[in-house]
């Protein structure tokens, strides 16, 4: 294993801005893209709430407009980041990452920088309401945001175009706090040890809400200059420029073509099932190293770069076409859409299972990956939907661009749902997580092994997904029998994968 590359943030986020080739969204590592570097800030996570019925995109004229309001939101982010001296890290449809960076080791956050959250979160939040609300006012449901403190160590995401990839305590807590969907729409959440002293209340470790569309209770002294006005002056600036419109495109040959050659894709309506692995206990193995220090922090990061590849492998022996999202922390995420020439009520009967499968089949078998996760493992959660609830799997994905970088996102009501799974209280390294609408559509010997979960989800363990495909194999070795006796034929059960290595 190559030794780590200490390198600033600036090097990293330069080595991203390079849009004159085509093959950008995809790729393997190279020297520019092997530097780690070392940041301390608070993480800010901002979401935007749209209604299921605009976000799953059921018709072209939803989905354009969706795509409207994603491509507003993220040149009001990308603005608001360069006005409010923040780094956007992040773009992945309706959630938005930025970083605001302190002096290097900084144990807490001073009134300036506190100044600056509560600046960038209320200009945020302010534009949001203003632009977008009027795009889609039944649909509108809010923006809210959430920031924690702390150090990171950051690298470039290989797949899925210009994402840093966070991986710390600062920003994973954040992200699962708004994961939680309890933090009220219009409003800052902040840990209360990061607060401003003066509105601190509560135990160490619960969160202060601020609500950024009243009058402020943020104290004077931890205020920086309303930013709102100049983004505003931007943004006008940038409209006079005329700026094209982000087409949604179509799922053809061409949107085909460019996938496979792992080239930028137009935003398109896609049907398919969100696929999302969570590396669970991850977390936990990155907060020890760095309690160690940076020599600890460097070689958890330099076996975590191993990792970032395995997506793309299990990919190509899935024997499915995959759309690559990308890297979220240690979340790797994709659209499963099935073989070519398959309808997706054929791919849906069969394909969680057999994703789940070949996903811990192909980690496990290679020791370079399963030494580079500790004690962790993968929880998995997926989502398509029926036309009763989800829109039956309609999801929109494609690449925007922002800060000279490409960014592909994926919105919809599976790609929430794939999320909420792996999330959900009791979920551990080996589930899988899938929703009860889903798991209605699998065969019967299939659902069978997934035993309900909440209101909404389906869990099973992968020791019990293996016995009901064991289990399905000789059912069908048996039904064969009993036909080729009555002198009849039928062809061999479908193989659940193919994960030979290329």
Request: with cysteine; charged share 20%; proline share 6%.
């Amino acid at each position: 294993m190559n030794p780590p590359i200490f390198v600033s943030l600036d090097q990293i986020v330069a080595s991203l801005r390079n849009l004159r080739t085509p093959a950008v969204v995809d790729r393997p590592q190279s020297n520019s893209d092997a530097g780690t570097a070392f940041a301390t800030g608070f993480h800010v996570y901002s979401d935007i709430r749209v209604a299921l019925t605009l976000s799953a995109a059921e018709d072209d004229r939803s989905a354009q407009l969706y795509l409207d309001i994603l491509s507003t939101y993220a040149e009001i982010a990308e603005v608001a980041a360069s006005i409010g001296s923040a780094r956007l890290l992040e773009i992945q449809g309706e959630r938005i990452h930025f970083l605001i960076e302190a002096t290097p080791n900084t144990p807490q956050p001073d009134a300036s920088l506190m100044g600056r959250l509560y600046a960038l979160s209320q200009a945020l939040v302010t534009l949001a309401y203003e632009r977008l609300e009027p795009m889609a006012p039944r649909s509108w449901k809010g923006c809210a945001i959430a920031a924690d403190f702390g150090p990171a160590a950051m690298l470039a995401s290989t797949c899925g175009g210009g994402s840093l990839i966070s991986l710390g305590n600062a920003a994973n807590r954040p992200a699962k706090r708004l994961n939680s969907a309890t933090i009220p729409a219009g409003f800052l959440a902040v840990p209360i040890e990061f607060t401003p002293p003066a509105i601190r209340k509560g135990p160490i470790g619960g969160w202060t809400e601020i609500n950024l569309r009243a009058q402020s209770i943020w104290p004077k002294e931890a205020q920086s200059p309303d930013i709102t006005p100049a983004i505003r002056n931007r943004l006008a600036e940038n409209a006079q420029g005329i700026p094209a419109k982000l087409k949604l495109g179509v799922m053809d040959q061409h949107f085909f073509e460019a996938l496979r050659a792992k080239r930028q894709i137009a935003p398109v309506r896609v049907q398919g099932i969100c696929f999302r692995a969570d590396l669970d206990g991850f977390t936990k193995e990155v907060q020890a190293a760095f309690s160690r220090g940076p020599e600890a922090v460097f070689a958890l990061v330099g076996k975590f770069r191993a990792v970032l590849e395995f997506p793309s492998l299990f990919a190509q022996g899935l024997n499915a076409d995959a759309i690559l999202l990308p890297w979220a922390g240690d979340c790797a995420t994709m659209i499963l859409m099935g073989r070519t020439g398959e309808t997706f009520k054929q791919a849906r009967t069969y394909l969680p299972v057999q994703a789940a499968l070949a996903w811990h089949k192909r980690f496990g078998e290679d020791r370079k990956f399963v030494d580079s996760v500790g004690k962790a493992n993968w929880a998995l959660g997926m989502a398509a939907g029926d036309m009763s609830e989800g829109r039956d799997g309609q999801m929109i994905v494609g690449d925007i661009s922002a800060g000279g970088r490409l960014f592909r996102i994926a919105s919809g009501w599976a790609v929430r749902q794939s999320n909420e799974g792996c999330q959900f209280d009791g979920v551990v390294g080996g589930d899988t997580v899938i929703t009860q609408v889903d798991r209605d559509n699998l065969v019967q010997v299939q659902a069978d092994a997934f035993q309900d979960l909440g209101a909404d989800f389906a869990k099973a363990g992968i020791d019990r997904l293996r016995q009901c495909v064991i289990s399905q194999v000789k059912r069908a070795a048996v039904a064969q029998t009993q036909q080729v006796a009555s002198g009849l034929t039928t062809p061999a059960p479908r193989p659940y994968y193919n994960v030979q290595r290329d």
